[in-house]
């Protein structure tokens, strides 16, 4: 248990689910899964963003060290701080090594990250930051992790794909993200009311927003459906269906929606267990062909 949350407060298990879900697009675009090194620039990339955007946090404001999804910093800032310096590093090294067609078509994406956690004004009463946008963070994030993860296996495959299949596969996995986003928001309505945001669980109440996850996972799941059996991809097929059934019971579990990990566990590691599951039934199939 202690490793487990040492992964997930220092944001490395978070990015493992983004490497995962890029290996999942390797298969779903029916190429053998394979180690390159856009998975580092996807890895560091994560990392990066998601320990600067506490780092802005805690620097603009001091009383979210006492929050829970920030005192870690508080107990291991020596560590925090390396952790910031090493992904840094890493994503430097990572954007040397990468394609220039791959940074060239991921500039705007990458840009659009760092606004929606850098101040982009500051006055003395308030701090502006893209994601104060009303509405627009949930789906700016959705976004965000369907174009990069899907993306970057097309772009540095350099193969020409049907337009309709990589639309369809950006679609769907912003469904997914959009479905386990909304938790987050529904946890942090009093805290957003406070600070004035506009979002979703706000405009529509908690109960409501649960249905609209619900809602957009079927969505997800019955395009997908008919997406890949006009592809033959029965393997996706599968590995959808079991993490859709999954996601279904850890949004409508109030056992499980009490759980200590459950934002940062449970619901961020369904997109690594969605992951695993396409690379693991592609194996499956492998051994009983």
Do not use: C
Request: charged share 10%; net charge positive; hydrophobic share 55%.
């Amino acid at each position: 248990m202690k490793a487990i949350r040492i992964l997930i407060n220092s944001n490395i298990f978070i990015s493992l689910s983004a490497v995962a879900l890029t290996v999942a697009t390797q298969i779903q675009l029916g190429l053998n899964p394979q180690w390159h090194p856009y998975l580092f620039l996807i890895f560091f990339a994560t990392l990066f963003e998601y320990n600067l955007h506490r780092l802005i946090t805690i620097l603009t404001n001091s009383d979210a060290l006492n929050s829970d999804k920030h005192n870690w910093v508080k107990d291991k800032s020596n560590w925090f701080y390396l952790l910031v310096f090493l992904s840094v590093l890493g994503f430097a090294i990572s954007v040397v090594e990468a394609k220039l067609k791959v940074l060239l078509t991921l500039a705007p994406i990458a840009g659009l990250t760092l606004f929606y956690s850098t101040p982009l004004s500051k006055s003395a009463k308030r701090i502006f930051r893209l994601r104060q946008i009303p509405f627009l963070k949930i789906f700016l994030i959705s976004f965000v992790w369907a174009t990069v993860t899907i993306l970057l296996p097309v772009i540095h495959s350099e193969k020409a794909y049907n337009n309709f299949h990589i639309l369809t596969m950006i679609i769907e996995r912003f469904l997914f993200v959009f479905a386990i986003t909304i938790p987050f928001d529904i946890r942090d309505m009093i805290a957003d009311r406070q600070a004035g945001l506009k979002t979703i669980p706000l405009l529509i109440g908690a109960k409501k927003s649960i249905y609209s996850s619900i809602s957009a996972l079927v969505l997800f799941l019955t395009i997908a459906v008919f997406h890949y059996l006009i592809t033959n991809q029965w393997i996706i097929i599968s590995a959808f269906t079991i993490s859709f059934l999954t996601t279904i019971v850890f949004l409508i579990n109030e056992r499980i929606r009490n759980l200590p990990l459950y934002y940062y566990g449970i619901l961020d590691g369904t997109m690594l267990l969605q992951g695993v599951l396409v690379l693991g039934l592609y194996f499956i199939n492998l051994i009983f062909q």
